[in-house]
């Protein structure tokens, strides 16, 4: 697997910002026009998902990037969401919504399985932070913060 060297490279970002030109497109014209609501949703989700993914890459440590990806993906479930309201509306043709029903759930799983792939290493860091390198457990005996030297060997008889 190549390393992503800029968001542009993620997969899920690509596919992210295709379902938002996608979304954004059929949203321009057509039945919904007159559904601001419908419009307003899920044109601001399909905007942020690929600004989430972006941000969250920008921002260089794990924790901050599963937290983003964790946005994102919630974003393409608020696109899923909508678009299952639009096939009970009608407003795009049936290919239309198969295409972006299926973008969304391509999306999804991308951003699902790039999400999983930096639980491990996020939950490496948390473990490391617990317990710093070079760290050892208190010597039997000893009080916390007290060095073993310090100690008083017991009295010979």
């Known amino acids: 697997m190549q390393t992503a060297r800029k968001f542009q490279d993620l997969v899920a970002?690509?596919?992210?910002t295709?379902?938002?030109?996608?979304?954004?497109?059929?949203?321009?014209?057509?039945?919904c026009l007159s559904d601001f609501d419908f419009r307003d949703h899920i044109g601001r989700a399909a905007k942020s998902a690929p600004r989430l993914?972006?941000?969250?890459f920008l921002r260089y440590t794990p924790e901050e990037f599963v937290r983003y990806l964790r946005m994102a993906r919630a974003e393409i479930?608020?696109?899923?969401?909508?678009?299952?309201?639009e096939r009970t509306r009608k407003y795009f043709t049936e290919e239309q919504s198969a295409k972006?029903?299926?973008?969304?759930?391509?999306?999804?799983v991308v951003t699902t399985r790039l999400l999983a792939s930096k639980l491990?290493?996020?939950?490496?860091r948390q473990?490391?932070?617990?317990?710093?390198?070079?760290?050892r457990e208190t010597p039997k005996g000893a009080k916390?913060?007290?060095?073993?030297?310090?100690?008083?060997a017991p009295k010979a008889r």
């Not at 295709?18 to 039945?31: F, H, I, K, Q």
């Not at 993914?53 to 969250?56: A, F, K, N, R, V």
């Not at 473990?127 to 760290?135: C, L, Q, T, V, Y």
């Open 13 to 16: 970002w690509q596919l992210c």
């Open 18 to 31: 295709e379902l938002r030109d996608l979304v954004l497109a059929l949203t321009d014209s057509g039945r």
């Open 53 to 56: 993914i972006s941000e969250g």
């Open 77 to 85: 479930g608020e696109i899923q969401n909508e678009l299952e309201y």
């Open 100 to 108: 972006a029903r299926d973008l969304a759930t391509r999306a999804m």
């Open 120 to 124: 491990p290493l996020l939950k490496e």
């Open 127 to 135: 473990a490391s932070r617990r317990s710093p390198p070079g760290a």
């Open 144 to 152: 916390t913060g007290e060095s073993p030297r310090a100690r008083k």
